[in-house]
C-alpha cells in the first residue's frame, strides 16, 4: 500500500473529557473529524508507541464505529504502526481492552502498547445519538490528563494526516490479514471478543463456588446488558462457564443503538430490570430474583440490585473491599490498600479506617486510579456513578463487580446451600450498615442545561465556597436542623506518584457531623451542560440506619438546592436523573 498525507484544518471542542472525546455522531461524521484526533493522539504518543507498535481498535458496537475502525486501520498503516487488533466484529468492552493490552499474546507473539477504545460509555448509540473516542496507554489504562493535554494541543494546529490506500478489512472473521506496505508488513488480527477476559476472570474469582450458587434451586439470578456490548461476555461467563439459565440474559445482543434505549444502567433507565427486581412501580405477581444486575454500553459500569432492593454503587464498593479477602481469591493474601472519587460517599473511609488500609480520594474518572494501582497502592476502588473495579486491570470494570457480589453471596452461603435461610444482598447491605455505620446518599443530575447558566452556577459556587460565614448563614436560614459546614473548597488533586496536580474538581461542603455535598459539572456530555448534586449524611446509630434515603436526605437536598440557587441559575425545578 501507499501512504499519503492528506490536509486537513482544526476543529474546535476536541478537548477529551472525563473519559476521551464524545459528539453527536454528525459531528463525528464530518470529514476529517476522526481523522483529526486520531493524528493528534499519534502526535501526541511517543514515537516507539506508534512506529512498529502495535494497536488494539474496538468498541461497544455503537453506530459508526465500523467506519471508524476502518478508519482508524488505515490510519495506523499510514503512521507506521505495526499491527492492529480488533476483537471480532470490532467489540470489546472497555474492561476487556485493558484485560487485552495487559494479558494478550497475538499469533505472532506481539504485545499491545495501546488502544483506541470506541465508546460513549453510557450514552444513547445511532444515528442522532452519541459516539465516543478515547485511548488507553500500555499499563491498559485510560491516557493522563498529560497525554490528553497534549492530544487536544494538536487537535488545535493540526494541519495535516497520514493514511494508507488499504481495502476495508473483514472484522467478521476471526484471522489475520497482511498488507506490505513502505516499511515494510503491516497485519491487521481479528480475534474472539471474550476468550482473554473470561481467562482473566477466572484467575481471579472462585468459579467452582460461583456455579454452586448459581445452580442452587434457592438463589435466583438475571442480567441486563441494555443491548450493550456486555452481553457479548454475559453468555459465556454466566450461561456458559457458571451454568445460570439462558432465561436469566436481559437485553444479551449487542446494538448499535442500545435497542433506542439509554445504556446506562441506574433505576432511571434500566426500567425493565428494576421492575423484574420487584422494584418500581410495576411490581408484578412473579417473585423476583435473590439478583440482578445490570451494565452500560461499554460494561465498565454496574448496577446491583437484591430482590426489592437497590444497592447504591457507593455501598458496593464499601462492602466488597470489606469482603474481598474472604470471598475472592484473587485478595487473599490481603489488599493494598482502597480509593474512591471524591464524590463518592466516604463509606468507604471507615472501612479502611477498620480493615487498617491504605486510603485515597482521587477526582472523578478512572484514570486517577491507574497510578496508585501501578505503584501498588490500591487494590480496590470505585465511583458512585456505578464504576466498581481493581488492580486486575486498569478500567471499571461491570461484570468484575457482579463477580464479586455472586462470591461474596456464594462466600456468606457456603454452608446454607443445602438447608437453612439464604443471606440475601439485602441481608449482606443492612449488616454492613450495623457494623460500619451507614451513608445515606444521593445524586442529583440536571442533564442538557445551557452552558452559559451552568458556568454561572460553578462561578457563584466557587466564590461562596470561600467564605464559611456566609455558607453557615444560607444553610441555616434554609434549614435549622442540619449541622454546620465546617469545612469548604474547591476539590484539588495532587498525584502521590507522579506529583501532577489537578485543579477545579468540584466544590465540597462538608458538614460538622460528617454529610457532605459536591457540586460539579459532568465532563462526559455531548450537548449542554449536566450539573451533578451529590448529597450525603451519616449515621452511625444502628437503630437509625433503615429510613428512606430520600425521607432521610430531604433536609440535605433542600439545603444543596438553596445554595446552589439551582432554580433561579438553570429554571429546572427537578432534576432530569435522580440515583
Ligand atoms: C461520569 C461519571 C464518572 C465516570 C465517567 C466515565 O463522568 O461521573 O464517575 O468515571 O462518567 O464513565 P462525568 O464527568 O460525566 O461526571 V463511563 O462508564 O461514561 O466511561
Ligand atoms: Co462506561
Given at each position: 500500500f501507499n501512504v499519503s498525507r492528506v490536509e486537513t484544518a482544526p476543529f474546535d471542542g476536541q478537548k477529551p473529557g472525563t473519559s476521551g472525546l464524545r459528539k453527536k455522531v454528525k459531528v463525528f461524521k464530518q470529514p476529517n473529524y476522526l481523522e483529526n484526533f486520531v493524528q493528534s493522539t499519534f502526535n501526541a504518543l511517543t514515537p516507539q508507541k506508534v512506529r512498529g507498535a502495535t494497536l488494539v481498535v474496538s468498541g461497544?458496537?455503537?453506530?459508526f464505529s465500523k467506519d471508524a475502525i476502518q478508519i482508524i486501520i488505515k490510519m495506523a498503516a499510514g503512521n507506521g504502526v505495526r499491527r492492529v487488533w480488533v476483537g471480532q466484529n470490532g467489540l470489546l468492552s472497555t474492561p476487556a481492552v485493558s484485560a487485552v493490552i495487559r494479558e494478550r499474546v497475538g499469533v505472532d507473539g506481539s504485545r499491545a502498547t495501546g488502544a483506541f477504545i470506541l465508546t460513549a460509555s453510557h450514552n444513547p448509540g445511532g444515528p442522532n445519538e452519541d459516539f465516543g473516542i478515547k485511548y488507553n496507554m500500555e499499563n491498559g489504562g485510560p491516557a493522563p490528563e498529560g497525554i490528553t493535554d497534549k492530544i487536544y494541543e494538536s487537535t488545535k494546529t493540526i494541519n495535516e494526516y497520514l493514511t494508507a490506500d488499504l481495502p476495508d478489512v473483514?472484522?467478521?472473521?476471526?484471522g489475520v490479514t497482511s498488507f506490505g506496505g513502505p516499511d515494510g508488513q503491516f497485519d491487521v488480527e481479528v480475534f474472539d471478543s471474550a476468550s482473554d477476559y473470561v481467562k482473566l476472570m477466572k484467575s481471579i474469582f472462585d468459579f467452582e463456588s460461583i456455579q454452586k450458587l448459581l445452580s442452587s434451586p434457592k438463589f435466583t439470578f438475571c442480567y441486563d446488558a441494555l443491548h450493550g456490548v456486555a452481553g457479548a461476555y454475559a453468555k459465556r461467563i454466566f450461561v456458559e462457564e457458571l451454568g445460570a439459565q439462558e432465561s436469566s440474559l436481559m437485553n444479551c445482543v449487542p446494538k448499535e443503538d442500545f435497542g433506542g434505549g439509554h445504556p446506562d444502567p441506574n433505576l432511571t433507565y434500566a426500567k425493565e430490570l428494576v421492575a423484574r427486581m420487584g422494584l418500581g412501580k410495576s411490581n408484578s405477581e412473579v417473585e423476583p430474583p435473590e439478583f440482578g444486575a445490570a451494565a452500560d454500553g461499554d460494561a465498565d459500569r454496574n448496577m446491583i440490585l437484591g430482590k426489592r432492593f437497590f444497592v447504591t454503587p457507593s455501598d458496593s464498593v464499601s462492602i466488597i473491599a470489606a469482603n474481598a479477602v474472604d470471598a475472592i481469591p484473587y485478595f487473599s493474601a490481603g489488599l493494598k490498600g482502597v480509593a474512591r472519587s471524591m464524590p463518592t460517599s466516604s463509606g468507604l473511609d471507615i472501612v479502611a479506617k477498620n480493615l487498617n488500609l491504605k486510603f485515597f480520594e482521587v477526582p472523578t474518572?478512572?484514570?486517577?486510579f491507574g497510578n496508585l494501582m501501578d505503584a501498588g497502592l490500591c487494590s480496590i476502588c470505585g465511583e458512585e456513578s456505578f464504576g466498581t473495579g481493581s488492580d486486575h486491570i486498569r478500567e471499571k470494570d461491570g461484570i468484575w463487580a457482579v463477580l464479586a457480589w455472586l462470591s461474596i453471596l456464594a462466600f456468606k452461603n457456603k454452608e446454607n446451600l443445602g438447608g437453612g435461610e439464604l443471606v440475601t444482598v439485602e441481608d449482606i447491605v443492612r449488616n454492613h450498615w450495623a457494623t460500619y455505620g451507614r451513608h445515606y446518599y444521593t445524586r442529583y443530575d440536571y442533564e442538557n442545561v445551557d452552558a452559559g447558566a451552568a458556568k454561572e452556577l460553578m462561578a457563584y459556587l466557587v466564590k461562596l465556597q470561600s467564605s464559611l460565614a456566609e455558607v453557615n448563614e444560607i444553610v441555616s436560614g434554609i434549614r435549622s436542623d442540619v449541622s454546620k459546614v465546617v469545612h469548604a473548597d474547591e476539590f484539588e488533586y495532587k498525584d502521590p506518584i507522579d506529583g501532577s496536580i489537578s485543579k477545579h474538581q468540584g466544590i465540597r461542603c462538608l458538614f460538622e457531623d460528617g454529610s457532605r455535598l459536591v457540586f460539579r459539572l459532568s465532563g462526559t456530555g455531548s450537548e449542554g451542560a449536566t450539573i451533578r448534586l451529590y448529597i450525603e449524611q451519616y449515621e452511625k446509630d444502628p437503630s437509625k440506619t433503615g429510613r428512606d434515603s430520600q425521607d432521610a436526605l430531604a433536609p440535605l437536598v433542600a439545603v444543596a438546592l438553596g445554595l446552589s440557587k439551582m432554580q433561579e441559575f438553570t429554571g429546572r425545578s427537578a432534576p432530569t436523573v435522580i440515583t
Open positions: 461497544d458496537g455503537r453506530y473483514d472484522i467478521t472473521a476471526i474518572g478512572w484514570k486517577f
